[in-house]
């Protein structure tokens, strides 16, 4: 069968190996979707902190069951499924407080284990989520947007809260579509106008605002002065990371979605003059891709314009970079298998 390796930094293969088998208490899935996000390019180019070379990309990922064994699940062959792709220990403090998608022993597929770029791929039954409610193509998305979900509910948000959200790439457009269904007032930043437009028709947005353009004065005439009390950074990006420690209000809290490998500084006397509070938000759980799931069958999520490019198994290695292009407009890409 056909996979796709990530040999080492800048360099992707196509290559011919074995189909997998599935071992006890796994199933074989027909792989029919995979999602490109940022995780992969950073890897791509060496900057992932948990990656390890060769590997095979891809942990956004929807499929069809093409083998499987008994089991308590009420999963069937030929079930159309998604992957919740965190494989956890079970057994550490975090898994022991439900807190999975943090376990110690944490293995990603895709990053920490191969990963879904191949024709089929064999993964633990428990990792499943039956998708028949939804598109394949909606099925595929469940993840990034459960990464979305899930920071929007560590934010625990109030209805009619001014929320920001830097970064209007995939993930801060879920990040904004799950805080405007809590009934926050959204405000998305980016320096990439085309971005903006696609967020404000996409997501029902409060205001945009370009970083490049004075934004502590226009938070502040958003905000009447008060500036938001939640800010999510979905940026990556360490710059952006270290500057939104000014736009959140006294007492109010900042969530990094984004990862970057790099230390990350902050003025300590303002940190502790406003009393922030401090999040990380990591993957997702199997409630939050439940949720998703039924926002995007109830229609709350306006899920037929998220995906707007699409490759193959056979293109995807000479089509890589330029699915990172800016100038792609580019909000997100899937190979289809």
């Known amino acids: 069968m056909k996979c796709v390796v990530c040999r080492q930094p800048n360099e992707l293969n196509v ?15 027909r792989v029919r979707r995979i999602g490109i996000c940022g995780t992969d390019f950073h890897a791509f180019r060496g900057n992932q902190p948990f990656f390890t070379y060769p590997r095979v990309l891809g942990h956004e990922l929807a499929g069809t ?12 062959t030929g079930d159309p499924v998604a992957i919740i792709p965190y494989l956890e220990c079970g057994k550490c403090l975090a ?8 376990c110690t022993s944490l293995k990603v597929i895709g990053v920490h284990i191969d990963g879904g770029m191949q024709e089929f791929l064999a993964v633990p039954i428990d990792h499943l989520l ?6 394949i193509d909606q099925s595929v998305i469940l993840e990034p947007l459960s990464i979305g979900a899930h920071a929007v509910r560590r934010a625990e948000i109030t209805p009619g809260e001014h929320v920001l959200v830097i970064g209007a790439g995939p993930i801060g457009l879920s990040v904004m579509a799950f805080a405007a269904i809590q009934g926050a007032k959204v405000s998305v930043m980016d320096v990439n106008e085309e971005r903006l437009k696609f967020a404000r028709e996409w997501a029902n947005l ?14 502040s005439n958003i905000t009447g002065g008060d500036f938001p009390t939640v800010v999510f950074d979905a940026t990556g990006n360490p710059g952006s990371m270290m500057s939104s420690f000014n736009y959140v209000a006294n007492g109010g809290k900042l969530v990094f979605v984004g990862l970057v490998k790099a230390d990350i500084s902050f003025s300590d006397p303002d940190f502790h003059r406003k009393e922030l509070t401090l999040f990380a938000s990591r993957n997702a759980t199997r409630q939050d891709f439940e949720t998703v799931k039924e926002t995007i069958r109830t229609g709350e999520i306006d899920s037929s314009r998220y995906i707007t490019h699409r490759t193959d198994l056979n293109h995807i290695a000479g089509r890589f970079e330029e699915l990172f292009d800016p100038t792609a407009r580019v909000i997100k890409a899937i190979v289809e298998v």
């Open 130 to 135: 039956k998708t028949g409610e939804i598109s």
């Open 65 to 76: 069951i093409e083998e499987i064994g008994p089991n308590n699940a009420g999963l069937n």
């Open 206 to 219: 409060h205001r945009t605002l370009n970083a490049l353009d004075n934004p502590m004065d226009a938070l």
């Open 15 to 29: 290559k011919e190996i074995d189909r997998p088998t599935a071992g006890p208490g796994e199933a074989l899935i």
């Open 95 to 102: 898994c022991r407080m439900d807190k999975v998608n943090c």
